[in-house]
T-cell receptor, first 109, second 118 residues
Framework: GEDVEQSLFLSVREGDSSVINCTYT??????LYWYKQEPGAGLQLLTY?????DMKQDQRLTVLLNKKDKHLSLRIADTQTGDSAIYFC?????????FGAGTRLAVHP | NAGVTQTPKFQVLKTGQSMTLQCAQD?????MSWYRQDPGMGLRLIHY???????DQGEVPNGYNVSRSTTEDFPLRLLSAAPSQTSVYFC?????????????????FGDGTRLSIL
């Protein structure tokens, strides 16, 4: 079946760049999404990319899509302590989103 | 600016009890869905709806029922609660359904209902 995989944990120093990676299996995905979840809260849509794009930039966020390898990444420039959260990659399938297990980003001074 | 509203925020049930988790959106979205979130497993789709009067099963539908009598509301019913249904439940909606029923719009999530079954 369709699947989305991402590493479970990433630790970075404040001010450095963070790169969170994701692979997916559904080649028919129209959109690919990045969501952020802070403790005790719901999911906040960070950004998304249409499947015929290679890159999308939005302020400190850069999304790269390698459709051939089904690989998606999220780069956060100048990572701040407020960026500490769980980041979910999701692919847009038929009538549903397929989520990865989430990457916990820890930002330390 | 209510967006997607879920009630209650917390609930404790005994095994065998039934209850309804409420979800309402005020954005006139066609598509609504329910997910459960378990540690280390991401979110899994329980049921979804592409419009009033239309519902369908997701990945993990057993033990849950839904209905969509209005565009705004999409309640999730637990028929006979089991400890395995202890989880955090999220409702989500998106504006419209594209060609062939594809939900290709970003989904807006509620804040979740934390449910414990004893």
């Amino acid at each position: 079946g369709e699947d989305v995989e991402q590493s479970l944990f990433l630790s970075v120093r404040e001010g450095d760049s963070s790169v969170i990676n994701c692979t997916y299996t559904d080649s028919s995905s129209t959109y690919l999404y990045w969501y952020k979840q802070e403790p005790g809260a719901g999911l906040q849509l960070l950004t998304y990319i249409f499947s015929n794009m290679d890159m999308k930039q939005d302020q400190r966020l850069t999304v790269l899509l390698n459709k051939k390898d089904k690989h998606l990444s999220l780069r956060i420039a100048d990572t701040q302590t407020g960026d500490s959260a769980i980041y979910f990659c999701a692919s847009g399938g038929y009538n549903k989103l397929i989520f990865g297990a989430g990457t916990r980003l820890a930002v330390h001074p | 600016n209510a967006g997607v509203t879920q009630t209650p925020k917390f609930q404790v049930l005994k095994t065998g009890q039934s209850m309804t988790l409420q979800c309402a959106q005020d954005m006139n979205h066609e598509y609504m869905s329910w997910y459960r979130q378990d540690p280390g497993m991401g979110l899994r789709l329980i049921h979804y709806s592409v419009g009033a009067g239309i519902t369908d099963q997701g990945e993990v539908p057993n033990g849950y029922n839904v209905s969509r009598s209005t565009t705004e509301d999409f309640p999730l019913r637990l028929l006979s609660a089991a400890p395995s249904q202890t989880s955090v439940y999220f409702c989500a909606s998106s504006p419209n359904v594209g060609d062939r029923g594809l939900s290709n719009q970003p989904q807006h999530f509620g804040d979740g209902t934390r449910l414990s079954i004893l």
